[in-house]
């Protein structure tokens, strides 16, 4: 009866093993795997070997099988060591899965590695040399109650960490989504510590673990199996989704009621098959390939959203865009990257594309429809490929009969050849017509045409030498090879723009390059010109820019950053340093803005105006802000397990990050990893996005609110600054721009506007902050007009994370109290441009009543007095000196008297609403104070004005 239990038990295993390899031969399938699924492989694997082990050793131990003691043991102790390894890649798979530090921290990674190498270790030393501890001559069960509890130890205590981790999770996302995620994981370890439990222990007859265990693994990988065929549904020629992808999502999004978020894009290549048929098919598959190499990189890459090959030379993408003008931002971006690769492959011709992009929509619409919008977007490239005979059309350009890009690929290079034989040099200049889009849009596509004819007209009167070569490059972009001198060009170029200007709305501007040799790529050449192009942005002032050094070291620096971003990220030279944010009112460090640094281990430290407008242009700052805000809380959980004051940091976000990902939803998951309050984090927000995203910042703000952040308007002041902000938006801070501190002591207007904002502010319940403080008088005028907080390196420097830990440690009495900030903020609510004895009603209503009298903010501890704040008006009153009687600071120094009246007022105003007045007597003068109680805990501070016909003017 044992041996039947018993070959009943190990066939049974075996079942369950090769329903394991099923599921590992099914998974492996997905070639396009991440981490999470390679730690899933490998613990398959690892299962699948236990199991089998398992299996035998029972055969083995019943006599079912040939065996020995030496067998079994071999065995048992091949099981425990097998066990010890399962537990650890059950603990990498769910690291992985659910993002903690584990999975990337490799000193963590060893000490978790570390401890299954030990007990393996024991195991086989104790195998060798003491072998009574681990193996008992019960055959039943081969262990030893000793050993029965250190094979248990591993996978219990490694089962518990990961089951108190998801649950954890699981019970705090139960609510956004994401609970049932982290309960499938949560299953695993407590089904193989349970079942396992219960086998090794009660010694049962049925497999329950093997039962277990397999049904797991097939749940999970049926669970995973709609994103898993998700990723590896690609195009086998380009690697993107198909378009059966792309219909999937745009249902989504329709379900999901954001697709006005959304553009849609088409992207057709013009002559595919001239390509083919001058050049060959293999020709024509490297120039598809190319394609969709360049809209992975700048569609795909960092935005949220989908794009395919909808099939033969046709490309679609749905991607989150805020705006037409970021849209067309794109599709330059595009056409950039594509001659990028047709450089890289060694392409005859970069391919040219043509682009249509709509706005999706709120209500959903056929997609059939929606691609019949975009289609009618691609007109003037469209009409070129509808004539009969392509080929004739392959190297002119239809609306304006020049000669078009694929001519000037093809013919362009062996003509600067030989120019460069006769030792000349000619310049390559690139035009692009300002407005094009919005022109279209105003007068359709046929004013359009109408427009590129008149430029083209304008631009063959300018340049008409002999040797002078103009083609139409792209839509609104005309490239120009001419042997004229640099400076006769740039009248030229001048004259044109002038002419241009007259249309209406529409500007030109070029990019020039001087040529130096004959050996030059020719499509390298107009990238030199876009580049040099590209630097003028938005400066209407500027026609042209020629590409030299500077231009050149522009691009080399974003060139370094571009392709050094990710890894400096994950070698750790990107880290917050952590400059002071001072409360005036105190003088106390009240918290900490985090600003990101990067240091190069060759170039030195790199400032952020050099990679940060980069990362925003190529929508990569959010892994960048996001990174920053886990180290920040990553430190901020390290003070608190060393005992130090947790610090509160406040954290930059770009308005970029809005349309890169779900900005809330990570930020969330971060914090909620590290267990951090969100009273300990503030967010900083750049003014200049409630222009480009109102309705998604007014959103973003609610839900950051609702989470416990304060939201800080960062730059106030800088830009195209709008006091609707102040009314339309919900900020609990604003940083006044350090701009308007330049000139600060010459220039008076900067005091009234400084004055201004914090008046305004405080009316309307919104903190201040000034940054750039550099000096004390500076500071000082701050703190006299009630701005809550300052923050410049008169007070410090930034600080690193290890050099804000140590003072940390040692910061005492400079590190305000966070449970006093509440405290210090009522406080600080008192409007001293204002009446300040009024209650905040009445301040408010009482607008512009800005007052110079004596005025102070004073602190009561039991029977002591300090003055947190006295204005100039006070200050004065202290001074001043008379032939007649004795000052005012001779009075007021006989403290003890003073103190007593001041204590009996505070005792009478304490907790009331209204203020109180009463008159003080001292040399001869009455002096009336009116005094009003601000608030209390332990402390008590109060707020009064001092008035006497003896210092009035």
Known sequence: MQITRAFAYAVSEYFCVIMILLLLRSSLQIKRHNRQHYWFNVSLIIQAAYLFEDGTRTLLMNHILPSNEILVNFTSLCLAITLNILSYTTLMFVAYKIELPLAEDKRQNRIALGLPIAISIFDLVCALFAPNLIFSANEINAFTPFFSGLFLFLPISYSAFVFGVTAYNALINRKNGLGHYYLVLTFYPALMTVFGFIEVMLSTALPLYSYAVTFYFTFNFLYQLNSSIKEATIDSLTGLRNRENLKEYIDDIWKEGVSDQYYLFMIDMNGLKSVNDVYGHVEGDHAIRAIGQALDDVLQTGNDGIVCRYGGDEFLAVITVTDDKQADKLVQLTRERIGHYSRIDQLQSAPQVATGYIHLPKEKIPLADLLKQADSKMYAEKQAMKTGDRAANFFTDEITGLPNANYFHNFAGNFLKKLAKNNQHPLVILFNISGMHSYNDRFGYQGGDDLLRTVSRFLRDFFNQEDDVLVRYTEDNFVLLTCIPLSEAKQKTKAISEKVASIDSIGIKAGIYQTQDGKEDVIATVDMARRAMRLIGSDRQRVYCVYGPEVQAVYNRRDFVLINFKQALADGDIKPFFQPVIRSLTGQIRSFEALARWNDPKRGAIPPDQFIGILEEARLIHLLDLEIFRQVCQLQQSCQRMGLPIPVISVNISPVDFNSCDIVSEIEKIRTQYQIPSKYLKIEVLESVTTSAPDQLKEIIAQLHDLGYEIWMDDFG???????????????????????????????????????????????????????????????????????????????ASMQPDELRQFLGKAGDQLEDISLSDYYSQIDRVNVLSNPTHSLAEQNSSLGENIDVPMAIVEKDGANISYLYFNHALKRVLEATGSNHRSLAEKIAQTPAVDKFLLEQMDRCQGKDRAISASYEAGGLEFKIRMRWLASQAKSSFVYIVTSEHYQE
């Open 718 to 796: 800088s830009g195209y600054s709008s006091l609707n902000n102040l009314k339309d938006f919900d900020f609990d801070l604003l940083k006044i721009d350090m701009g308007f501190l330049e000139n600060f002591t010459e220039n008076s207007q900067s005091k009234i506007i400084i004055s201004e904002i914090v008046d305004m502010s405080k009316r309307l319940g919104i903190e201040t902050l000034c940054e750039g403080i550099e000096n004390r008088s500076q500071s000082d005028f701050l703190k006299e007009i009630g701005c809550q907080y300052q923050q410049g390196y008169l007070f410090a």
